[in-house]
């Protein structure tokens, strides 16, 4: 399995473990990739953080930043580590989502670097630890690609009822949910103004408002991976 790393600079079967997504966010597959299409024209924003516009920072489906705050919240009774395992697959699915509704424009020309906000740079380390700087396509298919083989892997995301979750359990969300941020976050540093144009900026103000306030609510992301989103963040939780 391999790792990730970031640097602020220049830009260069059923039972207690079936998990179901529990969210009441509209967002499915059609609703996105119905979006998709190659005649998009990009909005004439000259801002450099187009995201920060009122008008788009107004935009989601249909919760407000309390109801997905509650969404969040662990329900009375139920065992950390199983909300943890369906919120993890369930974000997943999302985020899977709507990263491939943009896959045919972002390619490793128009984005030769894994970039965010903040001339933020992430690199991915190899299985021997070695970091690698790889653009962002190559480094969203090495993110989804090991988070879908970590929930495809019984010993961690146990799907008997008689199984258990592995120590140290919560460690390995905490990476999942770091690089579904990290996938996230690119897409509004490099291409927001083509989500504005397939009007999808409401599904993934949506996606990423419940994200963060999940995070937030399990200490799941440091303060200096979000930081350069902290902008958004604000905004985004207090409308």
């Known amino acids: 399995m391999g790792g990730c790393q970031s640097y602020s ?5 059923d039972g207690a473990h079936t998990y179901a997504n529990t969210h009441a966010i509209n967002l499915n597959e059609n609703s996105l990739l119905n979006l998709k299409n190659n005649n998009w024209q990009a909005p004439l924003f000259g801002d450099k953080k187009p995201y920060l516009r009122p008008e788009c920072v107004s935009e989601r489906i249909t919760q407000s930043s309390t109801e997905l705050f509650t969404f969040s919240a662990l329900p009375h009774g139920l065992d950390l580590n199983e909300w943890m ?26 984005c030769p670097t894994a970039s965010g906000p903040g ?3 992430y690199f991915w380390k190899d299985e021997s630890g070695r970091k690698l700087k790889c653009s962002a396509p190559l480094y969203t298919d090495y993110a989804l690609s090991y988070i ?9 995301f146990p799907v008997r009822a008689d199984a258990d979750f592995p120590a140290g359990f919560i460690f390995l969300v905490q990476k999942v949910f770091l690089l579904m941020f ?8 490099a291409h ?3 989500l504005v144009a397939m009007e999808m900026h409401p599904h993934l103000n949506t996606v990423f408002t419940h994200l963060v306030l999940f995070c937030q609510s399990f200490k799941l ?19």
């Open 9 to 13: 600079g220049a830009a260069e079967s």
């Open 148 to 156: 879908q083989e970590l929930l495809s892997d019984e010993d961690v």
């Open 119 to 121: 001339d933020r740079v």
């Open 85 to 110: 395992a369906t919120n993890t697959i369930s974000f997943f699915q999302l985020v899977t989502l709507i990263s491939s509704a943009l896959s045919e424009l972002c390619t490793s020309t128009s």
């Open 192 to 194: 927001y103004t083509q």
């Open 221 to 239: 992301l440091e303060p200096q991976e979000i930081e350069p989103l902290q902008d958004l963040i604000t905004a985004l939780t207090h409308s």
């Open 182 to 189: 990290r996938t996230l976050a690119h897409l509004y540093s």
